[in-house]
C-alpha cells in the first residue's frame, strides 16, 4: 500500500504526465487543422488540373487521359478518407 509520501508523488507525476500528453494531442489536433485546409486547397490550387481531367471523354481512346482519369479517381478516394481522418481529430 502506498504511503501518504508516495500518493503525493505520483498524483503530481500523474498530473505531469497529463499536461504533456493534452500537450501532444494538442499539438495533433492544430497538426490535423493544418492537413485538412491543406487538402480543402486542393480544389481551388488544382482546379484547372481537376477541371482538365474532367472534361476527358469516359470511353476516350487517348491512354494519357484514360490514366489520368483512372489516377484522379483513385486519389480522390484516398482524399476523401484522409479528409475525413484529419477532421474527425480536429474534433477531438
Not at 20 to 46: C, F, G, H, M, P
Not at 55 to 70: G, I, L
Amino acid at each position: 500500500m502506498a504511503t501518504p509520501s508516495q500518493i503525493k508523488s505520483g498524483l503530481d507525476q500523474i498530473a505531469v504526465l497529463i499536461t504533456e500528453q493534452r500537450a501532444v494531442v494538442e499539438k495533433a489536433q492544430s497538426n490535423a487543422a493544418n492537413a485538412s485546409a491543406a487538402l480543402a486547397a486542393i480544389a481551388t490550387d488544382y482546379a484547372d488540373v481537376i477541371t482538365t481531367i474532367d472534361a476527358f471523354a469516359v470511353n476516350s481512346t487517348d491512354y494519357f487521359e484514360r490514366m489520368a482519369k483512372a489516377e484522379k479517381a483513385k486519389m480522390q478516394a484516398e482524399f476523401i478518407a484522409l479528409k475525413a481522418d484529419a477532421d474527425a481529430i480536429m474534433a477531438v
